[in-house]
């Protein structure tokens, strides 16, 4: 799982409807990509990762800053800003820059993350040295016209009804991420609070473009029909014309022990069933104790990873208390982590009837320990998941781009495959230990309202 | 999501595209392989992964299922994978997680489909468990009961989205005399109906190889798929395929219903009749329609989003069904600005109509059609099912080859004549699911079914 992701939308998605799989879907940073890396005079990272099926390229460019690099008040301002990009400089005015693609057959879109914002295009590779100058361009000279973001600002608030307050789980969420995080900037709703969001302004937006959006805090990464020996001469020209600037060092506030349990409630019309989850603040790679990242996930496979995990198992399938039930965990951030649990009561149990079930069985496990085939199973579907991972331009380019963004080497990215196949059983239990025995976690529920 | 799937389904049902342009995909080559004992697949070959995508396509979704038991084709897709032959469901579903093969069922309105995906190394163990699945699979009452209670409680949760109810009042205002009125994925009622007996029919009815397509994608050579298709398959029954619906005329034409829920958004959906899937005018339907919606750019979304910041998303599609041929849309917007925003979709159907698109806009279309094609290619799965929805539309192995030149040669007099066709703003049925101010009602919203 990686951290939500606001974007510039709509439908930037077709494949997940083309395929429902079962296995294979980890955040996977599989030595299978080979990227090559160099960089600029100017600082800026450049990627290739070569796959030459389609004469198609995925084209990214990230930038190392994202909603939890905003001040206090202006929550939203690094996803308002993305969505700013769109409208244009002198030399590509609003709107042109999606029309030039879209004219080429190709997509174009953005998204912006806590620790990043990334803009892409996929387009014919002949195609490729017209979007980076276009990338370029926007990089250093975006120009916005007042109306347009008084226009701007609006889509986002629609977007922020459309994907937050007409929906009770996504209102929980926020909530539950304010109480979870007691003083990391993960507390503070991505898209923004509505009130801060009416109050962004013109300035604010190319304030922070200003401080953040230059080419030695970008990362160039081009995936598919094209190779490092192509890509070198047109990145050295479009964005190594572009000088380095100073870009400010990223500080993060540090969390406080957590050491008491909290619960969150909403009550909600549109809820139209109770769902319960369970959240603790877990290792990252950048954050605690960063060993226990690739156990947690191999934990979180084996404890609710599917149909054949320990908790559906147990709960759905034998004691009936759950309907559905699962984990979740993802620990590619620059700041804390979460690990959780969530599910559903079966018809006839209560919330606490689910929750009591789930703690048991965790109590069960880290008295008793996880089953080496668990384990075993867990890592070799993991490790197949690498190759699955090669099946696709796109993805490549958005997996070494993120890990790239939070800090990650390319040497790093490559070994996972290694790193997961070297996973122990003792490793989990000590990940499992090191995250559930803590007394800090963040219940939260949603329930509907009764029929008045 | 609905945005996703239903654009996904219009892509997936006619709007395919082209092969051999310049910078195009030509390294694509689509082979028909039949097996030894007579049953046909579309193969793209591709070694570079160890890895084989397989789609499958069946004709009959919830649009066959009888009446009462709405439905009855999404249970037997969620429980197909459930258990099968000599395994129970978690044997089953252990054996695909130990050789990590993607393995699911899935129902739509008119058609039933199978998704596979499998290392190249657990193949033979993974076209087996997708035989067992299909010949026979086991309908356990502990799994059917856990998915029963699953479906059941994911109908309670998405029956208070704006969305959702939207939508499905939408179809049954549309067609309350036909399968496309009912709620395809169920009502609470008839999923507690449905028996095993149900699902072993509908199953025995839809999962024949009279109207089947394959399409296969990766390290597989047509000998060997061969031998996997006629072991597959083979012990399926050749019988006909369930008919098609009834050709509907739809109801409730240019009306606007509301419904009051209370959200800061509202919810609307749109659509009127469309043309047929194999109309000569498709070509050109095709154009209008990204002319209109299709994305950053088009018409919609430059009045609706980007001048006035009236949502953060408007979508319109073909859908051509097999009983019933439509132009469905959507948008949501705060409730203060409902009737202005479904006053500008009028305005904007009608202008296209008046006065059809602009040569600018032409031009860009076309380019836009006729150059997306490999980017929809970027990995397997989309090949795949790409493949299938090609034979299912009945279209030539060369199809691609040659759309470029039908796109092409459209003229701006038949994207005139067709845009009076295809945008009828009187005739727009609207659905507004919120607090819209201003916004009257033209109809009595219908009961919901049970």
New interface residues.
């Given amino acids: 799982m990686i951290r939500p992701a606001f974007g510039r939308g709509p439908v930037p998605i077709l494949a997940a409807f083309c395929f429902l799989i079962a296995a294979g879907v980890a955040d996977a940073d599989a030595k299978v990509y080979e990227p090559e890396s160099i960089m600029l005079d100017n600082g800026m990272q450049v990627v290739a990762i070569t796959d030459q099926r389609v004469p198609v390229v995925t084209h990214m460019v990230w930038y190392r800053v994202g909603g939890a690099d905003e001040a206090p008040g202006e929550t939203g301002l690094a996803h308002f800003l993305e969505h700013l990009l769109f409208k244009g400089t002198d030399k590509v005015p609003s709107g042109a820059f999606s029309r030039a693609v879209s004219r080429n057959g190709g997509q174009d879109n953005a998204f912006t993350g806590y620790d990043y914002t990334a803009y892409f295009q996929t387009i014919a590779s002949d195609k490729l040295p017209m979007v980076m100058e276009m990338e370029a361009d926007r990089m250093v000279n975006l120009t916005l016209d007042p109306d347009e973001v008084a226009a701007e600002r609006q889509v986002v608030l629609e977007e922020r009804r459309s994907r937050v307050d007409n929906s009770p789980a996504a209102l929980l969420g926020e909530r539950t991420d304010a109480a979870l995080y007691l003083n990391y900037p993960y507390r503070r709703p991505l898209i923004g609070w509505a009130h801060e969001i009416e109050a962004l302004t013109r300035e604010n937006a190319l304030a922070f473009y200003r401080k953040w959006y230059a080419p030695n805090n970008a990362i160039l990464v081009v995936a598919g029909d094209i190779t490092m020996e192509r890509l070198k001469p047109l990145a050295e020209k479009y964005y190594g014309a572009i000088p380095a600037r100073s870009v400010p060092e990223r500080i993060r506030p540090a969390e406080p022990e957590q050491i008491s349990a909290r619960r969150v409630e909403l009550t909600h019309p549109l809820a139209g069933q109770v769902s319960w989850a369970r959240r603790w603040l877990a290792p990252s790679r950048f954050w605690g104790e960063s060993r226990h990242v690739m156990p947690l996930s191999v934990l979180a496979e084996v404890i609710g990873g599917g149909s054949t995990s320990r908790l559906y198992k147990e709960l759905v399938i034998e004691q009936k208390v759950a309907l559905s039930v699962g984990a979740f965990y993802g620990g590619g951030t620059i700041g804390p982590a979460t690990f959780g649990f969530y599910g559903q009561p079966a018809d006839g149990h209560t919330v606490q009837d689910l929750e009591r079930a789930v703690e048991s069985e965790l109590e069960a496990i880290l008295r008793d320990g996880v089953d080496p085939a668990e384990v075993a199973r867990a890592v070799k579907a993991m490790e197949a998941s690498a190759v699955y991972a090669r099946d696709s331009v796109t993805a490549p380019a958005h997996s070494v781009g993120r890990s790239l963004a939070v800090g990650r080497t390319i040497d790093e990215i490559e070994s996972w495959p290694e790193e997961v196949g070297a996973v122990t059983v003792e490793q989990v239990m000590e990940a499992a230990r090191a995250v559930l025995r803590k007394p800090g976690h963040v219940t939260s529920v949603l329930r509907p309202k009764p029929a008045s | 999501m609905t ?3 239903l ?3 219009s ?2 049902l006619g709007v395919f595209l082209i092969l051999g342009r ?4 030509e ?2 080559e689509i082979q028909r392989v039949v097996s030894p004992g007579g049953i046909e697949a579309w193969l793209v070959e ?1 070694h ?4 084989i ?1 397989f789609s499958v396509s069946f004709e009959g979704g919830a649009a066959v299922e009888p009446e009462g038991k709405e439905g009855l084709a999404n249970m037997v897709a969620a429980l197909l994978d459930e258990g099968a032959g000599p395994y129970d ?2 044997a089953f ?2 054996r ?3 050789r ?5 069922f ?1 129902a739509g309105r008119d058609g039933f489909g199978a ?1 596979l ?1 499998t ?1 190249t190394e657990y193949s033979d163990e993974a076209f087996d468990l997708l035989r067992l699945a299909m010949t026979e699979p086991r309908f356990d009452t ?1 799994p059917v009961e ?1 998915i029963r ?2 479906i059941v ?1 994911g109908l ?7 969305q959702t109810i939207a939508s499905r009042t939408w179809w049954q205002a549309a067609f309350p005399d036909h399968p496309y009125g009912r709620p395809s994925a169920g009502t609470v009622e008839s999923i507690g109906r449905i028996t095993v007996a149900d699902m072993k029919a509908f199953a025995d009815k839809v999962l024949t190889r009279d109207a089947m397509e394959v399409g296969v994608v990766g390290d597989i050579d047509p000998e060997r798929l061969g031998v996997l298709l006629d072991r597959t398959f083979g012990a399926l029954p050749d019988t006909p395929a369930p008919e098609a619906p009834d050709a509907a005329t739809l109801s409730a034409v240019g009306e606007t219903f509301v419904i009051e ?5 509202s ?1 609307v959906v749109f659509g009127h009749r469309g043309i047929p899937r194999d109309d000569p005018d498709r070509f050109a339907a095709a154009i209008l329609m990204e002319i209109m919606a ?4 088009s018409r919609l979304t ?1 009045e609706i ?11 319109a599609y073909s859908l051509p069904l097999n009983g019933a041929q439509m132009i469905m849309g959507g948008v ?3 409730n203060d600005k409902v009737a202005e925003t479904v006053r500008l979709v009028r305005e904007i159907w009608a202008g296209m109509a008046e006065d059809g698109p602009t040569e600018a806009e032409v031009r ?1 279309a076309k ?16 090949i ?2 790409m493949l299938v929805s090609m034979q299912r539309n009945k279209r030539p192995i060369d199809y691609l080859d040659r759309r470029p030149e039908r796109i092409d040669s459209v003229t701006m007099e038949d994207l005139k004549r067709v845009a009076k066709r295809l945008f009828l703003a009187d005739e727009l049925t609207f659905v507004v699911v919120g607090q819209p101010k201003d916004l009257k009602p033209t109809a009595p919203v219908p009961e919901p079914r049970s």
């Fill in positions: 945005t996703i799937f654009r996904a389904v892509i997936a310049p910078g195009g995909a390294a694509i591709d570079k992964n160890p890895i995508t469901s978690e579903r252990r695909l997680e130990d990590v093969i993607g393995l699911g899935n998704r995906r290392l502990e856990r209670a699953q409680s309670k949760r998405s029956a208070t989205r704006p829920e209370p959200v800061p958004q919810v299709g994305g950053f750019g430059e989003r980007e001048k006035r910041g009236l949502t953060y998303g408007i979508y949501s917007t705060r860009d380019t836009y059609i006729n150059g997306s094609f490999p980017m929809q290619l970027t990995s397997s799965a989309p795949a099912g």
